[in-house]
Nanobody
């Protein structure tokens, strides 16, 4: 397993941008598909985006398609989520996850590794 630590959250005005990072420990990062999720108070966890081990394929939820971009740097053991045109409804705790299966990232509920989350707050 890898240990995951998210960073980059904060307070931003509507229309602004943030870039989240998820740093992974260990030497097997490139063996894992990665994903980003969020959970707002009183709401269920929401899948946002996933990226394959090589970064060759990326997937997005309709709610963030065209606004958010996932990327990874296997040399730095880090996955990123660039978030543009932020809206107040994007306010949530954002988490990253790692799993050997991209399908599990997209459709599963339990993952090999899960981060502690970073708060994103978008003011109107």
């Amino acid at each position: 397993q890898v240990q995951l630590v998210e960073s980059g959250g904060g307070l931003v005005q509507a229309g602004g941008s943030l870039r989240l990072s998820c740093a992974a420990s260990g030497r097997t990062f490139s063996s894992y598909a990665m994903g980003w999720f969020r959970q707002a108070p009183g709401k269920e966890r929401e899948f946002l985006s996933a990226i394959t081990r090589s970064g060759g394929s990326k997937y997005y939820a309709d709610s963030v398609k065209g606004r958010f971009t996932i990327s990874r740097d296997n040399a730095k053991n880090t996955v990123y989520l660039q978030m543009n045109s932020l809206k107040p409804e994007d306010t949530a705790v954002y988490y990253c996850a790692a799993d050997r299966s991209i399908a599990t990232i997209q459709w599963g509920t339990e993952y090999d590794s899960w981060g502690q989350g970073t708060q994103v707050t978008v003011s109107s």
